[in-house]
Antibody
Framework: QVQVQESGPGLVKPSETLSLTCTVS????????WSWIRQPPGKGLEWIGS???????FQKPSLKSRVNMSVDTSKNQFSLRLNSVTAADTAVYYC??????????WGQGTLVTVSS | EIVLTQSPGTLSLSPGERATLSCRAS???????LAWYQQKPGQAPRLLIH???SRATGIPDRFSGGGSGADFTLTISRLEPEDFAVYYC?????????FGQGAKVEIK
């Protein structure tokens, strides 16, 4: 069974770039499409974007200008970069498989706080 | 962007009772591409239902999904203690994918 683990800094300063990595084990990263989803503390889920194995990517329009996603097949990793962060970007960030739109396998999530 | 509205916001029930959660979309969802997730505190969401009515692997048959177009439901036929959680619907029929605001099933 695929296992997914997010990693990255837990604290990012305003206006800087949030960088997270999702490491996949138990399967090839190429076997799946991938998504980033976030959840502000005490709030609901928000889809950030998805990257498909063929290379095409889709992002939430309101985040598109700040989001970059990539895959490193040699490391079996999926990455997220979110530029120019503000306090509104404080959230638990989840990496998850994308099975044509829904997510079966999820990481445990990593809390990123934006604060000076 | 399709807005999903879940109701009720909180459902207070006892173990053994039936729970029915609603997810209403601001417009018809393409090919009924709607999923349901369960989330417990401190945990990642868990996929329950996809394609409006298909149970994910390993999900007990007390969970069922129904509906079409813009109105969908998640039914838990008999609540078990481990079913008290927050439930989210998500549409993936059009971009951007969106989630409902969540509905909490709590112990009465």
């Amino acid at each position: 069974q695929v296992q997914v683990q997010e990693s990255g800094p837990g604290l990012v300063k305003p206006s800087e770039t949030l960088s997270l990595t999702c490491t996949v084990s138990g399967g090839s990263i190429n076997s799946y499409h991938w998504s980033w989803i976030r959840q502000p503390p005490g709030k609901g889920l928000e889809w950030i974007g998805s990257l498909f194995s063929g290379g095409s990517a889709f992002q939430k329009p309101s985040l598109k200008s700040r989001v970059n996603m990539s895959v490193d097949t040699s490391k079996n990793q999926f990455s997220l970069r979110l530029n120019s962060v503000t306090a509104a970007d404080t959230a638990v960030y989840y990496c998850a498989t994308d099975g044509g739109g829904y997510s079966l396998y999820w990481g445990q999530g990593t809390l990123v706080t934006v604060s000076s | 962007e399709i807005v999903l509205t879940q109701s009720p916001g909180t459902l207070s029930l006892s173990p053994g009772e039936r729970a029915t959660l609603s997810c209403r979309a601001s417009q018809s969802i393409n090919r009924n591409l709607l999923a349901w997730y369960q989330q417990k505190p401190g945990q990642a969401p868990r996929l329950l239902i996809h394609g409006a009515s298909s149970r994910a692997t390993g999900i007990p048959d007390r969970f069922s999904g129904g509906g079409s177009g813009a109105d969908f439901t998640l039914t838990i036929s008999r609540l078990e203690p481990e079913d008290f959680a927050v439930y989210y619907c998500q549409q993936y029929g059009s971009s951007p994918r969106t989630f409902g605001q969540g509905a909490k099933v709590e112990i009465k």
